[in-house]
């Protein structure tokens, strides 16, 4: 293939014949020379000068030489004193010619990627589509928990997420009495830690408003829908095309992220995650709020009032620890 000429370094006469349909028994005049394809430089001198003089072949074998094509489209080699002397040709000029040839294939292929690509065109379609819908029920169910619980929570949780200071623990003290050896009596308050858990589940969906995720869908939409449908684009709708299906490496990053998102949401609204949420803060009543928020998400009623609920959770707290005093960690 024509790919594999821009990549293999030709060193050997073997080399040049699995690359080029050689006519080896051919000689040529400079009447019948039409273009240069490519230099070589082989290891032996084992290439032989196909160009005419006198009437007949040079078959000078040589090491530094061309690769040229005739006018009748056949492929020969000329050695490089010949090549200077009947047809003019230096390195330069010949690898100037050569990667003028690469510029070229290297434009089919592009333009047989994008055409296949482009194949896939309505399917692409419908994966951006997809996403969208995705992102759509993912930002409503993410500003439906966002907006039932009360904002403070809201913004801790976000502090929470960006500095990754997941763990929940509150404080108690215990105090303990007793009389030194001067019969002195004494008493020592300490507090200690106690965790309720580590919090799951966030991520990006507690900013989603802030993500670019919904333009960057439209635009790419946008995009694949203006490529025209006819077979043969020409270079500026080929650079279009291309630039859009450069798009769908996005896509895919896009696709995997709100996948990701989703899932993280899920495990933020597992009930034994949701519940920690009410000792992120230490007043009583943004605790109470909090209780009523986690109740409505869950779909689940209280039996009693959301404060009577949190006092519960402090008086199961401190008889645990037989504690008369318990605090928010710092
Ligand atoms: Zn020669």
Not at 132 to 158: D, F, M, W, Y
Not at 159 to 174: A, T
Not at 206 to 217: F, N, P
Not at 242 to 268: G, K, S, W, Y
Request: aromatic fraction near 6%; glycine fraction near 6%; hydrophobic fraction near 35%.
């Amino acid at each position: 293939m024509t790919t594999s000429i821009e990549i293999v370094e030709l060193r050997t006469l073997a080399d040049l014949n699995s690359l080029y349909q050689l006519a080896a028994e051919c000689t040529f005049t400079k009447e019948q020379y039409r273009t240069p394809l490519r230099p070589y430089r082989l290891i032996k001198a084992e290439a032989s000068c196909q160009y005419q003089k006198h009437g007949r072949r040079c078959a000078q074998l040589h090491q530094h030489g061309y690769v040229v094509e005739l006018h009748d489209a056949s492929q020969v080699l000329i050695g490089n004193c010949c090549a200077l002397n009947h047809l003019g040709l230096d390195d330069e000029q010949v690898r100037g010619q050569f990667k003028q040839l690469s510029a070229t294939e290297r434009q089919n292929i592009r333009r047989h990627r994008v055409e296949t690509l482009l194949s896939q065109r309505q399917s692409l379609i419908e994966r951006v589509r997809a996403a969208n819908s995705k992102h759509r029920e993912l930002q409503g169910r993410a500003s439906e928990v966002l907006s039932s619980l009360p904002q403070r929570i809201g913004e801790l949780l976000n502090n929470r997420w960006k500095s990754n200071v997941l763990g929940i623990s509150w404080d108690y003290q215990v105090v303990k009495k007793g009389v030194d050896e001067k019969g002195k009596p004494y008493e020592e308050r300490h507090w200690y830690p106690h965790s309720f858990g580590t919090l799951k589940g966030l991520g990006v969906w507690l900013q989603l408003g802030g993500q670019r995720y919904q333009e960057r869908l439209f635009e790419m939409r946008k995009r694949l829908e203006a490529i025209p449908t006819k077979s043969r684009l020409n270079t500026a709708e080929l650079e279009s095309a291309e630039a859009a299906l450069n798009d769908m490496t996005e896509l895919a990053v896009i696709e995997r992220e709100l996948h990701a998102q989703a899932t993280l949401l899920n495990d933020f609204l597992e009930p034994g995650n949701l519940q920690l949420t009410v000792q992120l803060v230490s007043s009583h009543q943004a605790r109470a709020d909090t209780v009523k928020a986690v109740h409505r998400l869950l779909g689940q009623s209280l039996d009693v009032s959301p404060s009577q609920y949190v006092a519960a959770i402090d008086l199961a707290f401190k008889q645990r620890y037989s504690t008369g005093a318990i605090r928010i960690g710092s």
